[in-house]
């Protein structure tokens, strides 16, 4: 599991870690897929379960990405069809040798605490909030790089120190604001 914060190289992170279960031997393929609750739920009974079933079916050897997890539980538990997704993913990940599976869930941790606290038990079992990844924001020197690396490559700009400089600071302002974006916010700032 990863607790996450926006724009922070979970991707990125998920893709490597996949490589490195493939080269361990423990994914036959170790490519990523990345999907969000929406891809899970179905409109009508019964139909939640079989997209989950497919959908872990088709990324058997695979790391399977699941974005903005806590999507998958409404408060109260009171919708069948988010339910589904969950009794079918506990029921099918075990998390143990020989699976050929790995699953990620990913999202901000106040909900994913929720989730994990009020779902089904099993979920906490398999996905424990305690050896999660934690992704932090990213410092001034991070940010200062991301831009630079981003005004080059995407607009074939070489700013100044001073441009740079001045752009952090602006981050850093937004920073202090909920869900600040990190790299997206940077690729913001460099579009205005």
């Known amino acids: ?17 996949g490589g490195i279960l493939h080269d361990l031997g423990i994914l036959s393929k170790g490519d990523i897929v990345v999907k969000n609750p929406s891809d899970f739920i179905g409109s009508v009974l019964g139909e939640s379960e079989k997209k989950t079933s497919a959908i872990l ?3 058997v050897g695979c790391v ?6 806590y999507g998958l539980h409404s408060k109260g538990g009171g919708d069948v ?14 998390g ?7 699953v990620l869930l990913l999202g901000y941790k106040p909900e994913m605490e929720e989730m994990l606290r009020t779902a089904n038990p099993g979920l906490a079992r398999r996905f424990q909030l305690q050896s999660a990844w934690q992704f932090d924001d990213f ?6 790089c991301i831009m630079q690396s981003a005004a080059s490559s ?8 001073d441009a740079l400089r001045a752009g952090v600071k602006v981050l850093e302002r937004e920073k ?8 997206g916010a940077v690729n913001n700032l460099l579009a205005e």
Do not use: H
């Open 57 to 59: 079916e088709a990324t």
């Open 1 to 17: 599991m990863m607790c996450k914060l926006d724009n922070t190289g979970k991707t990125t992170v998920a893709a490597i870690y």
């Open 176 to 183: 202090r604001r909920p869900n600040f974006g990190n790299a």
């Open 64 to 69: 399977l990405v699941i974005d903005e997890a």
């Open 154 to 161: 995407n607009y074939g700009w070489n700013l100044s120190f």
């Open 139 to 144: 410092s001034k020197d991070d940010l200062f």
């Open 81 to 94: 069809y988010k339910a589904a997704v969950i009794d079918t993913l506990v029921a099918k990940v075990q």
């Open 96 to 102: 143990v040798p020989g699976d050929d599976r790995c």
